[in-house]
């Protein structure tokens, strides 16, 4: 029997890994609502439990296998044909390892700042996860849809319930132009599905080539827009962006960590996953168009960043900034760009991520997050201003820490596509370094002006191990980056196949990767 | 003759309980009335299991002018639930506001005689009657709080306008039969041919009948009386208004529009695509107006036609066989989600319907969880949120439109779709984010609505997530008798 489980769990991962949080949140429910402490033990081991598997799932994935690993596919609905399909590859197995890492610690991080209603937002913390982690292995178009906009319900009620002042201005705001991004995709979902008539992405990647012949011309390219929309508004890209100050600032700090650490890289995925594979032509086409917006997003970004008098504020328009080199690279079509960028939604999540949570933490002692009420607390609050120093520099690329590896390969890979574009991208990198650097300056250095700061207590023991936790990824993946990347290798070179076929395989005869109408 | 008899069984049934508490109604005393009720429940619920029992193959009774399919097998079991439902939503709402009387339920089950006969007539003299049986039903019940301005005043609108519909919708089969000499849907195909050369009689007779149609859907621009009548009927009734008689209505707008009369031309698609454009953007826009939450309720009730007559438009341009189960299929979501709103507003708004404002439900999530809760469902089911039959509804309609090649009605639909998002979140809102004390009533959800909630709910979420156990109900291919052309 306990065999007969085991073989069963291990057929399984996926299922287990996307649906254990959403167990979780519903074991929450029946607990009592005053249970405030088992609910905070269950969310986390529930979380926890979760990152056991995923790091299971990485150590376990296997490094030749070029296609979808770990795949269950099952009839769910018999028509229109719907499938629960679901796989991992290096893209995805990265990031629900980033969710899973990210969950526990937005858990901890809200443990005492989070004091009313505390049932309901573990319970939707929980739900968010599955959505989340659903978005990534899903390989059907419906069962991906589903995902993708469940998952803007928990988090809609995270920034609406448990946010700050402007808090039902900043949820509406998201959901809506979320979901108006989406509502395109789903009129694109539904033209692929007339066309290829399946829902299941790896069918319809076979299938789409023999059929662009038969359609109109432009039907790529509206399709192309029709998803790249949708991931554009979620990333959030220059000019879309502007949801994504709202929602962070307003955001309790376990909201803001999700958001920046995993919900804007469902923009980059998605990219990835559908608008380069799908519409190769249209995204070549297209590309440098985008890397135009990408970059100025990168600058745009920096320099708003810079004059934030809001510590949350600067570090969402840092958001933007460092987004806009993801997008950058993956429209460099090839593979120190692409793996750049997916290293780089990585450290994103990461960096970001930490940073949401050290300003969380101040303002948990001062209930304000505004820079010119600090200064001078560096000597106050030593362990919190070395900690502060490590992410800071993290996310703005100091070598050996992980953001250094992501922005090099994207400027590398997007040098040798468009060397103009690249140069003008590398002056976000000293951008990021001014807008960080002086806003630590400001906060931490000089003298002590205001008296309230005297009183500032350095970290707890808990809010240590958080730290801990990200510096010690911030380290591992900057020192020592192959086993991430090792992992995407096949996955990207199965991209760049898709996307562009001549620049991996020149011995194909030229007319495949010609325009072929 | 047994078997004509058989075929509108559950319809008898209906219209001999319907007359039962009539006449049971002076011999039972005020304070027990709900009793009758029950009664009428039995009788609702006795003529869905003769429905489920009778297996009959499909075929025509009395004459060809009444079918029963498998599509009038849906509508009928539709009915069947949204009276069911209305009817275990109006006990208590009824005691509360004094107004327990045995022709509430009477009528309820009449309406129903109505809409079933609507739904499964092929005769177009037939579906008149049906249809003037449930308006009638209908006009009565809207005005039966008769002590309350409101009331009043939707009762008068509502028959006034309803009169003034019906009369479009005979004037057109007089032009038919006039064109004809046959009032038969299926026997218009013979007598139209060659249905290339309608003749223009044919179009004044389609599009008579359609403006006829599209006032009982309320469909832009003969949607204004909807919110008025919505507003001022007793809530429980509002609830089965916004459902029973549009679900009914639009069944015969499927049937005349897939019979050789909508066919024969490319006018009924051109009619059905310009107003269900103009129909959902209208309602979206101005639900976002409103702070009345039945008033809200009513403008998203034209939207969700819009999206139905979207569901049409790909009917009548492909070859039906998409388009019609997508109609079905999303008629059925839209019922649930809609009576389990208008139920709960209904609970809600307290003796006296005092407190229907959206503000009204400020911090409600902090007193009546499970409330607030369910009502978030009907919310996000509504504004078509995944796992939700609302979602597969849309989704639904969606693909069969865009498999018609319809890809600028369906996006001007998804567009209209997300600024629903906003009005409908607005009650979620209220609910949630605001504090504050609320105003809403605050008393314990009798067991019946309990009941009804509970239904509806369960039912959203089967549909959401396993819409194909449903789908094979709504599957069109052995009622090839409604595809006439």
Redesign the interface.
Known sequence: MTLFIMSWLSQHTLTLITFLPLAGAVAIAFLRRDAVPAIRRLTLATSLLTLLLAVQAFLDFSLDHPGMQFEENYSWIASPPIHYHVGLDGLSLLLILLTAFLTPLAVLASWESISSRVKEFHLFLLALETGLIGVFVSLDLFLFFIFWESMLIPMYFLIGVWGHERRVYAALKFILYTMAGSALMLVGILYLYSVTSTFDLPVILGALPSKWRSLPGSAEDLLFWAFFLAFAIKVPMFPFHTWLPDAHVEAPTAGSVILAGVLLKMGTYGMLRFCLPLFPHAAREFAPLVSVFAVIGILYGSLVAMVQPDMKKLVAYSSVAHLGFVVLGIFAFNMSGIEGAIYQMCNHGVSTGALFILVGMLYDRRHTRLIKEFGGIASQLPVYSTFFMIVALSSLGLPMLNGFVGEFLIILGTFRARAVIAAVAALGVVLAAVYLLWMYQRVFFGEMTNEKNRSLEDCTAREKIILVALVLVILLMGVYPQPFLRRMDSTVTRVIRQVEPSTLALKLPAGRAGRCR | MTTDLLRILPETILAGFAVLVMVLEPFVPTARKTLLGWLALFGVVAAGGALVQISLPPGLAFGGSVQSDSFSFYFTLLFIVVAALSLLGSFDYLERDNISRGEFYALMLMATVGMCFMAASTDLMMIFIGLEISSLATYVLAGFKRHDARSNESALKYFLLGSFATAFFLYGIAFVYGLTGTSNLLDLGQRLAPPAQAPTLARVALVLMFVGLAFKVSTVPFQVWTPDVYQGAPAPVTALLSTGPKAAAFAVLLRVVLSALGSSSGLAFWLVWVSAALTMCMGNLAALAQSNIKRMLAYSAIAHAGYVLVGIAAAVSGDGMEGSPSVLYYLGAYALMNLGAFLLVAHLAGTGERATEIEDLTGLAYERPGVAACLTVFM?SLAG???TAG?FGK?YV??AA??AHL?GL??LA??N??VS??YY?AVV?AM???EGKTRASTLKVPWPLRVALAASIIGIFYLGL???HF?FVTNLRDAALLFTR
């Open positions: 996000l949120l995944p796992t979602f989704f969606f693909r865009v498999h890809v369906t996006v998804v567009l779709s997300v998002v906003y979140l809102v949630y984010m605001r396993f819409p194909n789908l």
